[in-house]
C-alpha cells in the first residue's frame, strides 16, 4: 500500500503562484509513476502533468505547459507541483496521484484508471 498526503493549496490571485506538495509513504519502491489532477465542481477529473521515474521526463496537459513543473524530492517521498501564473480556470481541487505500472505510453499517463493510490486533494482558488 502507498499513502499520499497532498498540501499547500490556498486562495491565490491570478498571475500567482502556489507550489503543491504530495508525501508519499508506506511501499513507496514500488511507484513508477506519479501524477497530478485536479477536478473543478460539475467537471470530471483532469490530467495536470504526470512525472514516470523511469523515463526521468515530466509531461502536462496543454493549459499548463510553461507554467506547471513537476519535481520531486528523493530523500522526503515528496513530490511537488509548481504553479505559476495561475488563471481562475486553474481553480480546482488538485490531487496526487501514483501508479505502480512502468512503461506506460504518453496517453496511458494521463488516465484516470492508471493511478491506484490518491490523495485526499487540496483546493486551489484563484481569484481574478
Known amino acids: 500500500q502507498v499513502q499520499l498526503v497532498e498540501s499547500g493549496g490556498g486562495l491565490v490571485q491570478a498571475g500567482g503562484s502556489l507550489r503543491l506538495s504530495c508525501a508519499a509513504s508506506g511501499r513507496t519502491s514500488s511507484v513508477y509513476v506519479m501524477g497530478w489532477f485536479r477536478q473543478a465542481p460539475g467537471k470530471e477529473r483532469d490530467f495536470v502533468g504526470a512525472?514516470?521515474?523511469?523515463?526521468?521526463?515530466?509531461v502536462y496537459t496543454d493549459s499548463v505547459m510553461g507554467r506547471f513543473t513537476i519535481s520531486r524530492d528523493n530523500a522526503k517521498n515528496t513530490v511537488y507541483l509548481h504553479m505559476n501564473r495561475l488563471k481562475p480556470e486553474d481553480t480546482a481541487l488538485y490531487y496526487c496521484a501514483a501508479s505502480t505500472e512502468t512503461e506506460l505510453s504518453w496517453s496511458k499517463l494521463k488516465l484516470v484508471s492508471t493511478y491506484g493510490y490518491w490523495g485526499q486533494g487540496t483546493q486551489v482558488t484563484v481569484s481574478s
Open positions: 512525472f514516470p521515474w523511469y523515463i526521468g521526463a515530466t
